[in-house]
């Protein structure tokens, strides 16, 4: 994986603005913050950014990759605000589970998820080297 930085820019943090890779590709759906059984334990947004993350490295393995392999997620969170404020939180939580990878990443505010409890919905696609 190639991190793509246009020299004139400003590194962006916890991030990438472009990634090129090239290998076997994994798309991950969307992982929400409840369990391999469909429930969730909590309605916190750190501790469903902590299980959807879980789900999503649970898929990664099944698929022969793992966290240094993403190359791009999307976000999708029901509160900016929320988000916003508890990021240290979550920074940790994703280099505990991920590691400090450099995946392009973007984060969109929605009006609401499919599941009514879920706050945080995570897509990856990683790429695992030939």
Do not use: C
């Amino acid at each position: 994986m190639t991190v793509l930085q246009p020299p004139a820019w400003p590194r962006p943090k916890g991030y990438a603005n472009g990634v090129a890779a090239r290998g076997r590709m994994i798309f991950v759906a969307g992982m929400i913050g409840w369990d391999a059984e469909g429930r969730f334990s909590s309605d916190d947004l750190v501790d469903q950014v902590r299980q959807a993350l879980s789900n999503v490295m649970e898929v990664l393995k099944e698929g022969g990759a793992s966290g240094e392999h993403i190359v791009r997620m999307t976000w999708y969170l029901t509160d900016k605000r929320e988000y916003l404020a508890r990021q240290k939180e979550i920074g940790r939580i994703f280099r505990d589970m991920v590691g400090s990878y450099n995946a392009a990443m973007t984060a969109v505010e929605v009006s609401a998820l499919i599941e009514d409890r879920a706050k945080v919905e995570i897509e990856v696609t990683a790429v695992v080297p030939d």
